[in-house]
């Protein structure tokens, strides 16, 4: 069986997907939390996946996919990974990347006020392409072609690591790993009739697992706004690949922001634009999953209702109510999960059934051996 | 969730005011809140004059689920579980949801009420042991997970009968169903079994006096998927709406039995109803079990007429022509009880429960003794065998003490009555049981008929424990039936089996010597043959006793024979077995050889016996001892009335023997002790019977001058004692000569490996 679990992070992300055949893919690494502070519910995410880690016998991460360089995406990666380009960020208890994902933005962004994370592994990601090897881009090869240059490189030198969307990334197949990634974004659009490279992009992917011959669809949806997603299902409907936006499995993106459905935050629910309605309403199947990888959705009339950052219960109800209830599926937010008062990893175990949330209750015995036992005199 | 639920009757209390300690833990969990996917709901109590105590807790339970399901679970379902003051039974577990599916291990008794899911498969008196309300709801959400993935019910698992748990048990002959029933109106009695308790109802066949007379009319269906009826039929016309299906038009079926019961004066009956559904696995077409329904109705055959128009009045007189029958008799008013079925143990069924393959083959049983009486039990009960039982004895009163007879039967001959004891318990339609009270030596006037048995059986098992018995089944019973033959030791500690292949080729006498050479072979088997310690006299005369052996171990003993005669039948190899127990903790631990290949010749007067393992062992000591001779002396058997003589093995030769090139002279140093332990292992059946000795390469397996001189002086002493002289030589080759009674310069009789 696959397995993909998400952290509660707060807002911000971090996916692992754990193949059948034991590779390890991470999506995303943003680890806020304060490990130091009694109070913050949030994850270790440092400590849990080095962990996860030890227990399996690895050192290597067989996939690291960075959507864009937000700090909520990259926070403490450079205190996890073990980063080529720099001798700092190696030795012991270091783990290893064996190919990068990144949207071309990453290489070419030049934005002041990067993150430490974000920072390490965009120089990490401009390392390994100007070496040639363990990376993937994802945009036209046309939008990288000043960056290559400017390193005394060509497009026909690095081609073989850039990946258009509308195709698979080519590290994962179904045959050989039961799973494989369409990249939906980045993308060129035309505007005025010339192609319009926008590096602003994050990566967005469908994920196929096949089991036993059935498949179960994951849209890893990065921070894409209502906008974003309306572009991505105009190109989508216009190759006719409308299968390729099918999800069993949604991780939502920007944290349960309204703005990824529509204009209006809306008085109770956010309504949708026509696409994202078309998305989530028509694409989503029976008993479907969607993740919110935010904080607690804030309940009506409270401080937090009030902050104009994500998550918005608007669009809460707008998922649970148009998309979620009618296909008899769940809603998860990583910081409710199983509680609000002790929220642990989302599990969601993939096999020839399709997606399973676990909900193993840990009482008794076996929350006691799940941990350290308290200090005894 | 905007599910309809069913309704609970009872008054909704506060958790904390519930007063059964079982609901009152189990709401405490709930409503703490520490458990993530469950939310209590509500909490009731029903009160009533007459009724025990119920205390309910309603709850939500999300449900751990595949997106793609085999049963329609919900994410969250609604549950209710009640408990009763008394705490004697397992909590109803409920799943209220209106539409909740009708999947395996579930019992809905009506529309409209709960569907009760069966979550223990263990008695309450066991779950209790550890029963908290943390793990009861990890049970129910178990239940809930498996069930909508449709792994609760295994696909080995047998498929789950239509119709579960509803009314009492009604128990019917095993051939209710035979093809020539179908059908057909059957007429039977039936009793309740104990005063005031209708759980378990017992039909008869025939009109017998102090039962309640039925007529039952038994129909086939066609297949039907499993699950394809919700709730058992609560009157005649549901019956007949679930029947069409299938492929029955009940009602109009009933009126033409009706009508042609009404001329046989049976209207007083009353009628039950069975209804055989063959059963499919969903997405299957194979047959894999048929479930049978019975229908008991509380009304006679005439109001049943009478209801559904059969007859135009009330009196019963005139028939109502087909097709002009009143639409409203539509059989609405009948009510129906559902029983159980049951049908009494077939040899299919009795084998099944063993988890053996039921064998019809045909046996003759020599002994009805104690152990006899275990093993034929045994093999009957698991679907074993026709039987022809052979015991010339009566049945005294302490053989009831080991027996499976009863003391009514004290007195009467042991085969006729353990042969009505297995008539009457066992699948009695279909086994055939003969019983001859003679001696199978001398048999008397039953010889023709024994010999006959003896001649068409597939299978002869001697448990007589005599030795005259065996060797007289071995050798001078015709038949081309398997021999096998099982005791006990004197102790009453080990089992002794011994079984010839399936071709006969070495038979039972000669099986029984090679038994013998594993007690000398096998030093933890030493005592196998010593004489039990105390004696117990159960009559007057000096030869009334009988060992102390516990029954236990004769019963225990007696399975374990009772397994080997399968195991023997299923196999075409013959066995020696001894299986040696220890009185004191019952291990039990198993000895065996392989038989081995026998050679015979006739030498005179006299039948040689030897074997394989006997030549190889002495060419084993020549080759060992070369270029010089050796030799030893010889172990064996005589048969003096059929004048045989076995020879099964060789004591090694005495320390004090001269071994030289050309000669060799047996010792003597310690010879004597060790015969005496020979006789000792094998209570005497084993002795000194001739001598050995090797020829060097080179030089032929025939008499020397001196050997000539040897077997004169063997011939002197063996006479004396009214019994040839054996002598072998073994020689160049792996060849041994046999002389026995004479000895040619010409040679003897030569064996080979």
């Known amino acids: 069986m696959h397995r993909m679990t998400f952290y509660p992070l707060g807002n911000a992300d971090c996916c692992l997907i754990d193949l059948e055949n034991e590779k390890k893919i991470l999506f995303d690494f943003g680890d806020q939390g304060d490990p130091d502070d009694l109070y913050d519910k949030r994850i270790d995410l440092c400590a849990t996946l080095r962990k996860n880690m030890e227990d399996a016998g690895k050192d290597t991460y067989d996939v690291v996919a960075i959507t864009h360089l937000d700090d909520d995406h990259t926070c403490k990666a450079d205190t996890f990974f073990h980063l080529d380009y720099a001798k700092k960020y190696q030795g012991e208890g270091r783990f290893k990347i064996e190919v990068l994902w990144v949207p071309a933005g990453v290489i070419t962004e030049t934005r002041n006020g990067l993150g430490d994370g974000a920072k390490a592994l965009q120089a990490e990601a401009r390392h390994r392409l100007k070496k040639g090897y363990g990376i993937r881009v994802f945009s036209r090869p046309a939008a990288l072609k000043d960056w290559l240059e400017d390193n005394d490189l060509t497009i026909e030198e690095r081609e073989h690591l850039i990946t258009d969307a509308g195709n698979v990334a080519e590290e994962l197949t179904l045959l050989g790993d039961g799973i494989e990634f369409f990249v939906h974004s980045p993308f060129a659009t035309r505007q005025n009739g010339a192609l319009f490279d926008r590096n602003r992009d994050s990566l967005v992917m469908q994920a196929t697992f096949e089991i036993g011959g059935a498949q179960t669809k994951a849209i890893l949806g990065s921070d894409a706004d209502h906008n974003a997603w309306t572009e991505i299902v105009d190109i989508t409907k216009y190759h006719n690949r409308e299968y390729r936006l099918e999800w069993d499995i949604f991780k939502l993106p920007h944290h349960c922001s309204y703005l990824s459905i529509g204009p209006e935050k809306g008085e109770d629910k956010t309504a949708p634009v026509e696409n994202v309605e078309w998305l989530f309403e028509t694409k989503g199947n029976d008993r479907c999953i969607i993740v919110s990888p935010s904080k607690p959705i804030p309940v009506k009339g409270t401080d937090e209702d009030d902050d104009p950052q994500p998550p918005h219960r608007q669009a809460k109800k707008y998922y649970c109510e148009e998309v979620v209830n009618p296909k008899d599926g769940e809603w998860k937010v990583t910081m409710e999960h199983p509680s609000k008062g002790k929220p642990e990893p989302i599990a969601i175990e993939i096999d020839s059934n399709g997606a399973t949330l676990k909900k193993a209750a840990a009482l008794g015995a076996a929350s006691l051996v799940s941990r350290d036992a308290p200090r005894a005199g | ?753």
């Open chain 2, 1 to 753: 969730m905007s599910e309809e639920f069913v309704k609970l009757s009872g008054e909704i209390i506060e958790a904390s005011s519930l007063r059964i300690p079982r609901a009152l833990a189990l709401a405490a969990v709930v409503e703490k809140g520490t458990h993530p996917y469950v939310k209590l709901v509500e909490c009731r109590r029903i009160e009533g004059k007459d009724i025990d105590v119920l205390e309910a807790v309603v709850f939500d339970v999300e449900v751990e689920r595949p997106q793609r399901i085999a049963n329609d679970i919900k994410r969250e379902e609604r549950i209710a579980v009640s408990f009763t003051a008394g705490d004697d039974s397992s909590p109803v577990v409920m799943a209220m949801r209106e539409d909740f599916p009708r999947v395996s291990h579930t019992n809905a008794t009506r529309k409209g009420l709960a569907c009760v899911l069966c979550i223990y498969d263990q008695a309450w008196s066991h779950v209790v042991l550890r029963w908290t309300p943390v793990a009861f709801l990890e049970q129910i959400r178990n239940w809930l997970t498996e069930t909508s993935k449709g792994t609760l019910h295994q696909d080995d698992q047998p498929l789950e009968a239509l119709l579960m748990n509803v009314g009492p048990t009604l128990i019917l002959p095993a051939d209710f169903f035979a093809d020539e029933a179908v059908g057909k109106v059957q007429e039977f009695s039936v009793f309740i079994t104990a005063k005031d308790d209708l759980r378990v109802l017992l039909a008869l066949k025939g009109q017998e006096d102090a039962g309640v007379p039925i007529l039952a009319y038994s129909f086939q269906a066609s297949p039907q998927h499993q699950h394809a009826i919700q709730f058992p039929p609560q009157n005649l016309r549901e019956l007949h709406d679930f029947l069409v299906p299938a492929g029955i038009d009940l009602i109009r079926e009933l009126r033409q039995r009706l009508f042609d019961a009404a001329s046989t004066g049976n209207r007083d009956r009353r009628l039950l109803l069975l209804v055989a559904v063959p059963m499919v696995r969903d997405g299957n077409t194979t047959i894999e079990a048929t479930d049978t329904w019975a229908f008991l109705t509380p009304m006679t055959i005439h109001e049943v007429g009478v209801a559904i128009d059969v007859w135009p009045d009330s009196h019963g007189s005139g028939l109502v022509l087909p097709g002009h029958h009143d639409e409203n008799a539509n059989g609405e008013s009948i009510q129906l009880e559902t029983v159980r079925p049951q049908f009494r143990l077939t040899r299919a069924r009795a084998a099944a429960a063993s988890g053996v393959v039921p064998d019809a083959r045909n046996c003759v049983a020599i002994g009805a003794g104690s152990l006899g009486s275990h093993v034929v039990k045994l093999l009957v009960q698991s679907g074993f065998g026709n039987w022809t039982l052979v015991d010339e004895d009566r049945l005294l009163p302490h053989n009831i003490a080991r027996h499976t007879l009863y003391d009514s039967s004290v007195g009467f001959p042991k085969a006729q009555r353990l042969g009505e004891q297995l008539l009457e318990g066992y699948y009695p339609d279909e086994i055939q049981v003969k019983s001859f009270e003679a001696d199978i030596i001398r048999p008397g006037p039953a010889k023709v008929e024994i010999d006959k048995q003896l001649v068409d059986c597939d299978l002869i098992v001697d448990v007589a424990a005599s030795i005259p018995v065996s060797r007289h089944l071995s050798l001078d019973v015709t038949s081309d039936a398997r021999r096998f033959s099982t005791f006990m030791n004197p102790q009453g500690t080990d089992l002794v089996v011994i079984a010839e292949d399936a071709e006969r080729s070495i038979p039972l006498d000669c099986l029984e010597m090679q038994y013998y050479r594993l007690l000398l072979d096998e030093d933890s088997l030493a005592d196998h043959l010593a004489k039990p310690n105390g004696q117990l006299p159960y009559a007057r005369s000096c030869r009334d006793v009988t060992s102390q052996i516990p029954n236990h171990a004769v019963a225990m003993l007696g399975a374990i024979a009772c397994k080997s005669i399968r195991d023997v039948s299923e196999s075409q190899q013959g066995l020696i077995s001894i299986w040696k127990s220890d009185s004191q903790t019952c291990e039990v631990k198993q000895f065996g050889v392989v038989p081995s290949p026998i050679q015979t010749e006739q030498l005179g007067q006299w039948r040689l016996v030897i074997d394989g393992h006997l030549v190889a062992k002495i060419a084993a000591m020549r080759r060992g001892k070369l270029p010089v001779e050796t030799g030893g002396v010889l172990l064996g058997s005589y048969d003096l009335v059929r004048k045989i003589l076995y020879v099964v093995d060789t004591l090694p030769s005495p320390p004090d023997s001269k071994e030289w090139p050309t000669l060799y002279i047996r010792g003597s140093r310690g010879l004597e002790s060790k015969l005496e332990e020979v006789r000792r292992k094998t209570d005497g059946q084993l002795e000194y019977v001739g001598e050995w000795h090797s020829h060097p390469d080179g030089c032929a397996v025939r008499p020397s001058e001196d050997d000539l001189k040897v077997f004169a002086w063997l011939t002197e002493h063996m006479n004396e004692a009214g019994l040839p002289a054996l002598m072998a030589i073994a020689g160049e080759f792996d060849v041994t000569a046999w002389f026995l009674g004479e000895m040619l310069r010409s040679g003897g009789w030569e064996t080979g490996i």
